[in-house]
């Protein structure tokens, strides 16, 4: 039983590397921006590509997870998504960048369903809160890594040197996978009739949308902060990028925590809606403090990044107790194309809410969304 630390560890590196992605694409904005003549609506489609990869893949990488093999799943899904990053670094148009990046999203998400499930198979329920906590620390710390890394890379070789190098990383999480995962309970369900009672499991419809919902905060801060620091508030791109990563760092500790609260208290959905209100609660500090005194942001902003992504591993988690050991795969592929779909139009809906009003009025308005999400949680709190 030692061997399931083991997998955790190949887990949390497989999904960080295609974390470093999604956090590398907002810090690399203002170089893409420069690179391609992108308007801020552009840069929004940008932000959507791997979101928008990923949507139809998710769901079936989770019912071959359950089917057949975490470790084969994972493996060629990093190793595609790498070729496509390869192909981002020599994109010669921008059509052809967005292409790459839902090709790399497309293929990376493999990594979501195959290392959750694997570590989901290999703890108890009193310590699965603890690990995915753990595991799913591997979003703000592959954020950390792009919030340090991506700067210095795009000023010494461009957009092509930063593709680059996230190829490689996952390309690395490709062969972590495949030499250390092992099967921990092989999928008795057939994939018709996983696909069937995934798809009719209310509680589970219940969970995946109304925890999504949190992810516009998220998108707001992580997504947009660099651009509003550096547009509003004249700070240079590594300068904004850093309290990136300190949001980073308070998000992996709040991942961890709030996996052993959900533990100790033995229910997921509890500390999930608190942690909305908490978000929320954030979102409208910064946007009290949008035209504020820089020193001030950067104590709050970090704050509300660090808990705008707080609360996946707890969703994360629910949502493949809710089907069980034999379904946890379809279960977490299902939860994270709902999080995807909402992934898509969330950066959208927030540039054209920044262009048409304010990042002030931008940012209180995204307030409002934990908050609802916490508030349609409330059936399933017992769970």
């Given at each position: 039983?030692?061997?399931?630390?083991?997998?955790?560890?190949?887990?949390?590196?497989?999904?960080?590397?295609?974390?470093?992605?999604?956090?590398?694409?907002?810090?690399?904005?203002?170089?893409?921006?420069?690179?391609?003549?992108?308007?801020?609506?552009?840069?929004?489609?940008?932000?959507?590509?791997?979101?928008?990869?990923?949507?139809?893949?998710?769901?079936?990488?989770?019912?071959?997870?359950?089917?057949?093999?975490?470790?084969?799943?994972?493996?060629?899904?990093?190793?595609?998504?790498?070729?496509?990053?390869?192909?981002?670094?020599?994109?010669?148009?921008?059509?052809?960048?967005?292409?790459?990046?839902?090709?790399?999203?497309?293929?990376?998400?493999?990594?979501?369903?195959?290392?959750?499930?694997?570590?989901?198979?290999?703890?108890?329920?009193?310590?699965?809160?603890?690990?995915?906590?753990?595991?799913?620390?591997?979003?703000?710390?592959?954020?950390?890594?792009?919030?340090?890394?991506?700067?210095?890379?795009?000023?010494?070789?461009?957009?092509?040197?930063?593709?680059?190098?996230?190829?490689?990383?996952?390309?690395?999480?490709?062969?972590?996978?495949?030499?250390?995962?092992?099967?921990?309970?092989?999928?008795?369900?057939?994939?018709?009739?996983?696909?069937?009672?995934?798809?009719?499991?209310?509680?589970?419809?219940?969970?995946?949308?109304?925890?999504?919902?949190?992810?516009?905060?998220?998108?707001?801060?992580?997504?947009?902060?660099?651009?509003?620091?550096?547009?509003?508030?004249?700070?240079?791109?590594?300068?904004?990028?850093?309290?990136?990563?300190?949001?980073?760092?308070?998000?992996?500790?709040?991942?961890?925590?709030?996996?052993?609260?959900?533990?100790?208290?033995?229910?997921?959905?509890?500390?999930?809606?608190?942690?909305?209100?908490?978000?929320?609660?954030s979102l409208v500090a910064?946007?009290?403090?949008?035209?504020?005194?820089?020193?001030?942001?950067?104590?709050?902003?970090?704050?509300?990044?660090?808990?705008?992504?707080?609360?996946?591993?707890?969703?994360?988690?629910?949502?493949?107790?809710?089907?069980?050991?034999?379904?946890?795969?379809?279960?977490?592929?299902?939860?994270?194309?709902?999080?995807?779909?909402?992934?898509?139009?969330?950066?959208?809906?927030?540039?054209?809410?920044?262009?048409?009003?304010?990042?002030?009025?931008?940012?209180?308005?995204a307030a409002a969304f934990?908050?609802?999400?916490?508030?349609?949680?409330?059936?399933?709190?017992?769970?």
């Amino acid at each position: 039983m030692r061997y399931r630390w083991a997998v955790l560890a190949a887990g949390t590196a497989a999904q960080a590397s295609t974390s470093t992605l999604v956090v590398a694409l907002p810090v690399l904005a203002p170089e893409l921006r420069d690179e391609y003549g992108l308007t801020l609506g552009e840069i929004g489609v940008v932000l959507a590509a791997v979101w928008v990869g990923s949507i139809p893949t998710l769901l079936p990488w989770g019912l071959a997870a359950d089917r057949f093999s975490e470790r084969v799943v994972l493996s060629w899904g990093l190793g595609g998504c790498a070729l496509a990053l390869v192909g981002a670094a020599y994109a010669p148009s921008f059509a052809w960048l967005v292409l790459s990046l839902v090709l790399a999203g497309a293929a990376g998400s493999s990594v979501n369903s195959a290392s959750g499930r694997a570590v989901m198979q290999w703890f108890g329920f009193e310590e699965r809160g603890l690990a995915l906590g753990i595991r799913q620390t591997a979003i703000p710390l592959g954020g950390l890594v792009a919030a340090l890394a991506v700067p210095p890379l795009a000023g010494a070789g461009g957009s092509e040197l930063v593709f680059l190098f996230l190829a490689g990383l996952c390309a690395a999480g490709a062969v972590a996978g495949a030499v250390v995962l092992r099967d921990g309970v092989p999928g008795e369900v057939l994939v018709a009739e996983s696909l069937r009672r995934t798809l009719r499991d209310g509680r589970l419809w219940l969970l995946c949308s109304a925890s999504s919902i949190y992810l516009y905060a998220q998108v707001a801060i992580i997504g947009f902060g660099v651009l509003f620091l550096h547009d509003e508030h004249g700070l240079s791109e590594g300068q904004a990028a850093l309290l990136i990563a300190v949001s980073q760092v308070l998000a992996a500790a709040l991942r961890v925590g709030g996996g052993r609260w959900s533990d100790l208290v033995g229910s997921r959905v509890g500390p999930l809606r608190k942690v909305g209100l908490a978000v929320s609660v954030s979102l409208v500090a910064v946007a009290v403090l949008a035209d504020g005194p820089t020193w001030l942001l950067f104590v709050v902003l970090p704050l509300a990044g660090g808990l705008s992504m707080a609360w996946n591993g707890l969703a994360f988690t629910a949502a493949a107790e809710l089907a069980g050991p034999t379904r946890s795969g379809a279960a977490i592929g299902f939860q994270q194309t709902v999080l995807s779909g909402f992934g898509v139009v969330a950066p959208l809906v927030f540039a054209a809410s920044v262009s048409a009003t304010s990042w002030k009025v931008a940012f209180a308005s995204a307030a409002a969304f934990p908050l609802a999400g916490a508030l349609a949680l409330r059936p399933l709190r017992s769970h």
